[in-house]
T-cell receptor, first 113, second 116 residues
Framework: AQKVTQAQTEISVVEKEDVTLDCVYE???????LFWYKQPPSGELVFLIR??????QNEISGRYSWNFQKSTSSFNFTITASQVVDSAVYFC??????????FGKGTKLSVIP | DTGVSQDPRHKITKRGQNVTFRCDPI?????LYWYRQTLGQGPEFLTY????????KSRLLSDRFSAERPKGSFSTLEIQHTEQGDSAMYLC??????????????FGPGTRLTVL
């Protein structure tokens, strides 16, 4: 069985602060993919990143960065210099051979101006 | 707009009625997925199609639920004899099957169902 845990239910930061969203996963599959999605107040899930289980290289995209550590089964997401537009619910998700995504419960991020 | 579209966006119905939702995936995507999301939770997988074949169904998909993708393009999700517990956001996603087995899924705006 697959499981994704996002222990932080809600986080509030002041604009321009850095924030890290935690994600811990469980799977018995040797090949799997990890994802992050953003769900703004409008409701539509927006794809942010995909990472496969064989690639532990960290990735940076603008203000976003991701830290994948297989040894601790974690795939954390950091937003640098947060902005009000970053306010949303962020979901970490896991996919195995069956293609279905298993999502965590999400972390609601509020960026206060 | 070339994204995933869903219709209707909102549906209010009375308990016991049947409802049908439609999803139009991104045109070149051959995989289509349905998820359900309740308040404060992440989306939960319901079923998925590759072309017109329904390849997997979750245990969440009771006998009252049926999904089709008759020509491998759009899909419909029908709920018969709706119950209040069916109230949720129903999300559709699509992806492209290719050499990368787990391509990212792109989601539609969802259909919010309220059962009174």
């Amino acid at each position: 069985a697959q499981k994704v845990t996002q222990a932080q239910t809600e986080i509030s930061v002041v604009e321009k602060e850095d924030v890290t969203l935690d994600c811990v996963y469980e799977t018995r599959d040797t090949t799997y993919y990890l994802f992050w999605y953003k769900q703004p107040p409008s409701g539509e899930l927006v794809f942010l990143i995909r990472r496969n289980s064989f690639d532990e290289q960290n990735e940076i995209s603008g203000r976003y960065s991701w830290n994948f550590q297989k040894s601790t089964s974690s795939f954390n997401f950091t937003i640098t210099a947060s902005q009000v537009v970053d306010s949303a619910v962020y979901f970490c998700a896991l996919s195995g051979p069956s293609y279905q995504l298993t999502f965590g419960k999400g972390t609601k991020l509020s960026v206060i101006p | 707009d070339t994204g995933v579209s869903q219709d209707p966006r909102h549906k209010i119905t009375k308990r016991g009625q049947n409802v049908t939702f439609r999803c139009d995936p991104i045109s070149e995507h051959n995989r289509l997925y349905w998820y359900r999301q309740t308040l404060g939770q992440g989306p939960e997988f319901l079923t998925y199609f590759q072309n017109e074949a329904q390849l997997e169904k979750s245990r969440l998909l009771s006998d009252r639920f049926s999904a089709e993708r008759p020509k491998g393009s759009f899909s419909t999700l029908e709920i018969q004899h709706t119950e209040q517990g069916d109230s949720a956001m129903y999300l559709c996603a699509s992806s492209l099957a290719g050499l990368a087995a787990y391509n990212e899924q792109f989601f539609g705006p969802g259909t919010r169902l309220t059962v009174l």
